[in-house]
């Protein structure tokens, strides 16, 4: 058996969740491989709407296993809020839900850093969630942190250790803080991490693949807010592409099968950085306010514009994507007129290659389609399909070379078509 990927290909907010949620019954296994609790995961299915941040989508399918594996940072308090959430609305968790003890750990001194750290940069700050992740990778990177393994022997004696570290590198900022409101949950929290079963995940998921069955890797973030590869500095601080996985899981790279890459059928951005086709229009005012553009986690409005051919392509090429999935087709249905960038012009030369950064005075070169100009939410097969919107999906394969296997046309479970 192989590991199946599913990733974001733009900027974060593609829905990831939904699908996870719908491809979760052909899988027997779904684990998240990295990020930390910056991720807003959102389902909707039953008229009941779940927003999910350190836990991986396919949950509410009491019959999987869902792991959080070791790539992924975990904050006890967060998590605890969230299980008290779902368990409050009848979710029970503790038999299908099993947690890496490599994942590490976001302490509350570390979103204290996180918090002045981004303070300190004034007008250069890189619109940072606050929620500690990027301190904590540092920590792992530093070979200081803690992980989910460390809260089964002398877990407060650690901590205290740290924290002092903590302490002193908060010494060097001018930033005022309330460590006991910080540290509120803590320990509950540790509690709460006990009652699961936490498990060396590398071993347990290359045991599933030896037994046959199948596993679906869910990505966080998207692939152009990747450390190496996405619009750096303005990034997320772990790997989001498709090798991430292997690093997130302990699975090696030819245990991957299929890899499903995940773009809205226009591009969102939240927080700072560059962002080529964003708009400041009545256009971008209308795709905000149609798709609901304001982050789950955040609530933060997002950054709307034209769909970036060029970077989605560079996606592709980065992840290996062999499906892609197209989300929120419905949102453009009040246009007459859409584009796409097929390039970027810069220094008055045209270029298809996403580049090392994406300069001031970088300019889009668009093509334009025509708009489908109808309502999609109601539709429940490709024949229903407008013209438009197939030769919208047709133009997109041609350009990337891959086929768009599924089309979402709202947000509910049952607003999602698979083409044949």
């Not at 590991?3 to 979760?24: A, H, I, R, S």
């Not at 792992?140 to 570290?165: M, P, Q, S």
């Not at 090392?356 to 229903?384: A, I, N, Q």
Request: proline share 4%; net charge negative.
């Amino acid at each position: 058996m192989k590991v199946d990927v599913l990733l974001g290909l733009q900027w974060g907010d593609e829905g990831k969740g939904k699908v996870v949620d719908v491809l979760t019954p052909k899988y027997d296994v779904i684990t998240r491989f990295q990020g930390g609790p910056n991720a807003g995961h959102t389902l909707e299915f039953d008229n009941e709407k779940y927003v999910l941040h350190n836990i991986p989508s396919g949950v509410f399918h009491a019959d999987k296993i869902n792991v959080i594996g070791n790539g992924v940072v975990l904050d006890p308090i967060t998590f605890k809020k969230e299980i008290d959430g779902l368990e409050a609305r009848g979710t029970n968790l503790t038999k299908n839900l099993h947690i890496s003890k490599k994942a590490h750990l976001i302490l509350p001194t570390h979103r204290i850093l996180d918090a002045a750290s981004e303070a300190s940069k004034g007008a250069s700050k890189i619109g940072s969630t606050l929620k500690g992740i990027g301190p904590t990778y540092m920590d792992k990177t530093g070979r200081n942190g803690l992980r989910v393994g460390d809260i089964l022997h002398n877990f407060e004696e650690k901590y205290a250790a740290l924290k002092a570290k903590h302490l002193r590198l908060l010494e060097m900022y001018d930033f005022e803080y309330d460590l006991d409101a910080f540290e509120v949950g803590l320990m509950e929290g540790i509690e709460n991490l006990r009652r699961f079963t936490l498990i060396d995940s590398e071993h347990e998921l290359n045991r599933n693949l030896k037994e046959g069955k199948s596993i679906l890797a869910e990505g966080a973030q998207g692939t152009l807010l990747d450390i190496d590869f996405g619009s750096y500095p303005f990034v997320t601080s772990s790997n989001t592409v498709c090798a991430g996985a292997c690093i997130g899981m302990g699975i090696a790279p030819n245990k991957i099968g299929e890899v499903y890459g995940i773009f809205k059928a226009y591009c969102t951005r939240v927080g700072s950085g560059p962002f080529p086709t964003e708009l400041f229009d009545a256009d971008g005012d209308l795709m905000r306010k149609n798709g609901n553009e304001f982050g789950s986690t955040t609530g933060r409005p997002r950054r709307c514009g034209w769909l970036d051919l060029v970077a989605l392509k560079y996606s592709v090429m980065i992840n290996g994507v062999t499906q892609l999935i197209m989300m929120k087709g419905d949102v453009l249905s009040d246009f007459d007129t859409i584009k796409i960038a097929t390039a970027y012009k810069m220094a008055g030369e045209e270029t298809e290659d996403f580049p090392f950064e994406l300069p001031e005075g970088l300019e889009p070169v668009y093509t334009e389609l025509p708009g489908w100009k109808c309502d999609l939410t109601k539709v429940r097969s490709e024949d229903e399909f407008p013209e438009e919107l197939n030769f919208y999906i047709s133009f997109l394969e041609r350009e990337l070379g891959v086929p768009i296997k599924i089309v979402s046309v709202g947000p509910d479970r049952e607003q999602t078509i698979i083409r044949e």
